[in-house]
């Protein structure tokens, strides 16, 4: 496989994950949606500082809302 074949299958699965991302973002409440636009910010800011356990945490916190969006919305 070339390099520019691998470049390509890791563009599609980002692209895959960042439409799974909206496809659940747009099925959460307006309340876990508020929260995550203050959660997404400060994940970017600690994996930009190098903060890699802030940034799992944040990932963790993150994870938590959006599962229970999916329990609250029947």
Do not use: Y
């Given at each position: 496989?070339?390099?520019?074949?691998?470049?390509?299958?890791?563009?599609?699965?980002?692209?895959d994950e960042?439409?799974?991302?909206?496809?659940?973002?747009?099925?959460?409440?307006?309340?876990?949606?508020r929260i995550?636009?203050?959660?997404?910010?400060?994940?970017?800011?600690?994996?930009?500082?190098?903060?890699s356990d802030?940034?799992?945490?944040?990932?963790?916190?993150?994870?938590?809302?959006?599962?229970?969006?999916?329990?609250?919305?029947?």
């Amino acid at each position: 496989m070339s390099t520019a074949q691998i470049v390509q299958l890791q563009q599609d699965a980002s692209l895959d994950e960042m439409n799974e991302f909206r496809r659940h973002l747009r099925a959460l409440g307006p309340v876990q949606r508020r929260i995550l636009s203050v959660l997404m910010p400060q994940l970017v800011a600690l994996e930009q500082a190098g903060d890699s356990d802030g940034a799992l945490s944040i990932i963790e916190e993150v994870k938590t809302i959006l599962w229970e969006g999916r329990r609250t919305r029947h």
